[in-house]
């Protein structure tokens, strides 16, 4: 303990913390790879647009603010990823940007037959890609490579099946169970050999780790800014299309908000050619609003500095696995190389779920801990640079090394919550 | 001004107007048509969404609240509309709504060629009815009845068209720019005859008339959550699916919190059967939650209750205009029949745009007045029955003439304002 507490002294970013509502120290918190923590920002700024544009200015807060939001978190957005702000759009959730962009590269790729993803994408992207296919396109095949219950993809499996007949090759970028992350640079060359287009799933790597959209030259990427962004239960999503493709690309949902001119109510369709295309309805403005003051943070506390606290986090977290869980039979569900780890780390045990629900409803007057739970045995520690401690981490594995020694989870039942 | 004053104190809604966050009589309010006010509950609802189920019980109110939410939240804006709980979804937008219903009838109807609308119907929903055409099913053709500026819509027009040749029928029930409203019995018994699927937008019409979906036997219908539901700006949309289509129509996008079994994180996608199928990515809670306060004063109100005041509303107004419009260049824009009239009064004059902005910025001490302004020359003032009095209708059409009379307009640019 005493070492996580010099750990938590010498941590730079450790100021960010006080910056979030964190009313209580009775929960330990590690599910911000699944919702981000609240900001306190975002309770100001909530207020005011409930009260001031909403409230008072009514209809007027649409020239006055709302217009120009979608665009101002787009290039804030696009800052953290490594994109131009031309070439980010904010709205609509991440499965219907998918869509959006995957039916765009489908049919301008028609001559090609190959979808390739791989077996740890979300199981949300694998939906929209069958849908695609089935109602779309049936003539495609979706190819996915290893199996769902693996912590590495082999790279190299990617790399031979992207070839002169593979329209797309879709991928998260971090996967959400074992949290192994892409060589994007390696990828994406590879992708632009054999001309095939790159769609990267950015959910659990956006505000976690440095990602380079245009560097690697990456064609597209999806993402959603309600885990490491703190943007908000069901935040609106974000889509990335590289510059030279925007004109190319079709979006087949003609929304009037991607009109070139949505106010003029012309009755004929002429979309825009930029970025803006991907825009259909109007904007949440509630929920896209709540996402800025997270970005702004995320962009303050710069994202290597973030990836540097998260490596070493995740380090640490993986040292005290080792010497303390392990040998209550625990596996590592997540890869050692930090080049190939996001920001958490997930651990694997028979009575996984049990202990994830000792860990949540402590019967004995302990912290709760609040970790998230996969199917079939994963528990993942989620690592938020900007507001967990060192403490947090050390804590969390003493309470798991205590339930499992102790077998407290024997206490609880195997029903399902709906979410874990 | 008396009668003016005598309505409103024999006004049995009236005590609805003091539960909207109306802080000042500065402001005299009639574009509730485009964006309804603030519910005073709704600013206490999304306080304790944002500091408790967010800031303190984060992941675990997916469990607590937000997972009921839309059914929640549907089962309301069902019993507003003449629905079945079980036949209207909420979320997403009313563009990407309609995109998957027009979507699903197309594919239904494959060997049907026509799709018809009038030209009244919003331009977004006809945008995403051409992209529909133009990018998934090139053989239909889109026939469009009358010209935009048309105040009416002669019915038997649509009626005429409807043959064993027309696939779908998509019309807003409550145009948004002359306030015409359809006989939905009629035309959608016409429909049935020939076997053409009707879809409605509701957007001008929930809240403000009643809709009986299920007793006209409507197949398909979708609408917004922002207008006289007073949801909050871009506020999730709805859709209905009559309950006998919903096995037989395609969603395209198959998204995960429509699948069977979402939390089961399959890597097979399983649609549900019922409403649910239309459900794409996580809900944007935020704005979704903001909407329910509005609907349940809409319940309490009694959508009866609220048209028969909005009609003797709307009634009043067009006396006004006659006498004291219609001598300074004034047309009135909107149905005279009770009947196939909305709830919002159309007024139109060749300095339309100029008079529109000297009533929302008086140079000269007045109140100012917020209607709203579609092009070439529409004015238009809507009637929110919840917290729009008489007195408010006299003193607008009262400031109109003077606007006129002395020509005060003229010191006003025509530079356009992105909304007006």
Redesign the interface.
């Known amino acids: 303990m005493q070492s996580a507490l010099d750990l938590d002294r010498r941590d730079r970013l450790a100021g960010f913390r006080k910056r979030f509502?964190i009313?209580d120290d009775r929960?330990l918190?590690l599910?911000g790879n699944?919702?981000g923590?609240?900001p306190l920002k975002?309770?100001e700024l909530?207020?005011s647009l409930?009260?001031r544009?909403?409230?008072?200015r009514?209809?007027?807060?649409?020239?006055e603010r709302?217009?120009d939001l979608p665009g101002r978190i787009a290039a804030k957005i696009a800052s953290i990823i490594g994109a131009e702000k031309d070439e980010v759009f904010v709205g609509?959730?991440?499965?219907?940007n998918l869509?959006k962009l995957a039916f765009g590269a489908l049919r301008y790729h028609s001559g090609r037959s190959k979808i390739v993803t791989d077996?740890l994408n979300?199981?949300?992207d694998?939906?929209?890609l069958?849908?695609l296919i089935?109602?779309?396109f049936p003539d495609r095949t979706l190819e996915?490579v290893g199996s769902?219950d693996d912590i590495h993809v082999d790279e190299q499996d990617i790399e031979d099946r992207l070839d002169a007949n593979t329209a797309l090759v879709a991928l998260s970028l971090v996967t959400f169970k074992s949290s192994f992350m892409y060589d994007m640079a390696r990828i994406s060359q590879k992708a632009r050999e054999s001309g095939t287009l790159v769609l990267w799933d950015l959910s659990h790597a956006a505000g976690a780790v440095p990602v380079h959209l245009k560097d690697t030259h990456a064609d597209l990427a999806v993402g959603?800014t309600?885990k490491y962004l703190n943007g908000?239960?069901?935040?609106?999503?974000f889509l990335y299309v590289r510059k030279e493709l925007q004109e190319k690309l079709?979006n087949?949902?003609?929304?009037?908000f991607g009109?070139a001119k949505p106010?003029?109510?012309?009755?004929?369709?002429a979309p825009q050619s930029s970025i803006e295309k991907y825009r259909?309805?109007?904007?949440?403005?509630?929920?896209?609003a709540?996402v800025e003051p997270g970005l702004d943070m995320i962009l303050e506390a710069g994202i290597d500095n973030i990836r540097e606290k998260s490596l070493a986090q995740s380090r640490f977290l993986l040292d005290l696995i080792r010497e303390y869980l392990v040998p209550e039979g625990f596996t590592i569900g997540t890869p050692e190389a930090d080049n190939h780890r996001g920001s958490h780390v997930s651990v694997r045990h028979p009575e996984g779920y049990r202990i994830n629900r000792a860990m949540?409803e402590p019967g004995d007057g302990s912290r709760q801990i609040?970790p998230?739970f996969?199917?079939p045995d994963n528990i993942r520690l989620g690592v938020a640079p900007l507001y967990t401690s060192f403490s947090d981490l050390f804590e969390a594995v003493a309470r798991m090394k205590q339930i499992t020694g102790e077998k407290l989870y024997e206490s609880y039942g195997t029903e399902?919550?709906?979410?874990?």
């Open positions: 509502a009313h929960i918190y599910d699944s919702l923590r609240l975002t309770v909530v207020e409930i009260h544009e909403w409230g008072e009514l209809i007027r807060s649409w020239n709302w217009l609509d959730s991440t499965s219907f869509y077996s979300f199981p949300s694998l939906y929209i069958e849908g089935r109602n779309h996915t769902d959603c309600y908000g239960p069901g935040a609106p999503a079709l087949p949902v003609w929304g009037w009109h106010f003029d109510f012309s009755p004929v369709y259909v309805g109007t904007p949440a403005v509630l929920s896209l709540a949540i609040i998230d996969r199917p399902k919550l709906r979410v874990t």
